[in-house]
């Protein structure tokens, strides 16, 4: 495993010779589970440097594809350019598809990219099942099975995105031709930062609960209605967006099943079942290519003395959670990225599509299937 320092921007895949910033809906930043979750009830717009996109906005204001994934329920995934391997985008919590806009558009004159929305998220149905990593993981495979998109993927996963990402290559490791993993959330992550920064921690916990909290009592508070009508439950509008995306954002953001299938996503990941499934899947993947960024700024949290004073020693143990990730596999790389937040997709996007780049490459190599983009 090799950790790298200090990684600046560029890229193997052009984006454009400009920038421009482009206001994102950021549906669930967070503080939560140390960057992970944040219910959507407190997103907030802001404008946020990303790669200039080809797709129109517009065009998210309708699904992609919805497949099928039992007799109840159907699943959106949008699908872009062609040539494999196809790269599967795996959001964070409470982000949908519409958050890979500009990667995925910058990835797809190279070959076929794939985001897709969670059930309850987007324009997917909600899921009785309880949200947890081994049913969301479940939902992806059935997903691209559905969707006809046959294997090897390159896997990508944003936070809690990098958990499913994990779970589908531990399951389905001979279908699995390389992984990015953008500043993954890591099993037991909590606990070690409270080991390893108590009075950070200190700050943290009680900001994750009250959102826990918080998102509870919009769910409650809605019974079996199947809109939430409370406007401090939803999120603010995003001006600069087409009207028809804002108001379809704004119908998806009522419902009451997706919040739900939320909530219950944001206590599997909050009360450690997630971890322990994953944990119990844990498993070596050989020499796959592998690749993890991790934010080289700290959180934005309010913090002040002793939990200031804890902030260099929770970033060492969040680069050591993802060492330890790196370490799964032998060509596996931790790579920190200066400067960027936890949404370094949006920040420094040129490294993302880099690291994307270079997992293309060497995928299409190993296959055979001549040059990568």
Same mark, same amino acid.
């Given at each position: ?138 939902? #992806? ?92 439950? #939803? ?49 070596? #993947? ?88």
């Amino acid at each position: 495993m090799e950790r790298q320092r200090g990684i600046g921007r560029g890229a193997a895949i052009s984006n454009g010779s400009q920038r421009r910033r482009y206001p994102t809906r950021r549906l669930g930043k967070s503080v939560g589970l140390l960057f992970a979750p944040a219910p959507l009830l407190l997103a907030a717009c802001s404008s946020t440097p990303i790669v200039t996109p080809s797709l129109p906005l517009d065009a998210y204001a309708q699904p992609g594809t919805l497949v099928k994934v039992d007799a109840q329920r159907a699943l959106n995934i949008r699908c872009t350019g062609k040539g494999g391997p196809a790269v599967i985008l795996t959001a964070g919590a409470g982000d949908q598809s519409l958050a890979w806009r500009s990667i995925q558009s910058s990835l797809s004159a190279h070959g076929r990219v794939c985001a897709w929305d969670r059930a309850g998220s987007g324009f997917s149905d909600p899921s009785s099942d309880v949200q947890d990593v081994e049913h969301r993981t479940h939902d #992806l495979e059935r997903l691209l099975s559905g969707a006809g998109i046959k294997p090897p993927y390159i896997l990508v996963g944003h936070s809690i995105g990098s958990f499913e990402t994990l779970m589908f290559a531990f399951r389905h490791p001979a279908e699995v031709a390389g992984i990015v993993l953008i500043d993954p959330s890591s099993p037991d992550q909590n606990d070690r930062i409270r080991e390893a920064a108590p009075a950070f921690y200190a700050i943290l916990d009680p900001l994750q609960k009250g959102q826990l909290a918080q998102l509870e009592k919009c769910v409650s508070d809605a019974g079996r209605a199947p809109d939430i009508a409370d406007p401090d439950c #939803l999120a603010p509008p995003t001006p600069e967006y087409p009207q028809a995306l804002q108001d379809r954002l704004a119908r998806i953001d009522r419902q009451t099943a997706g919040k739900r299938n939320f909530l219950s996503m944001l206590d599997a990941m909050m009360s450690g079942r997630d971890s322990a499934q994953l944990k119990a899947s844990w498993r070596a #993947l050989g020499d796959l290519p592998l690749v993890v960024l991790t934010a080289g700024s700290p959180p934005p949290l309010p913090v002040t003395g002793k939990a200031a004073e804890d902030v260099p020693r929770m970033q060492a143990e969040w680069a050591r959670m993802h060492d330890d990730i790196a370490h799964l596999s032998t060509r596996g790389v931790n790579r920190t990225v200066a400067g960027a937040s936890h949404y370094i997709y949006m920040d420094q996007p040129e490294t993302v599509l880099a690291a994307i780049a270079d997992i293309w490459a060497q995928a299409r190599s190993r296959s055979g299937t001549g040059s990568g983009p």
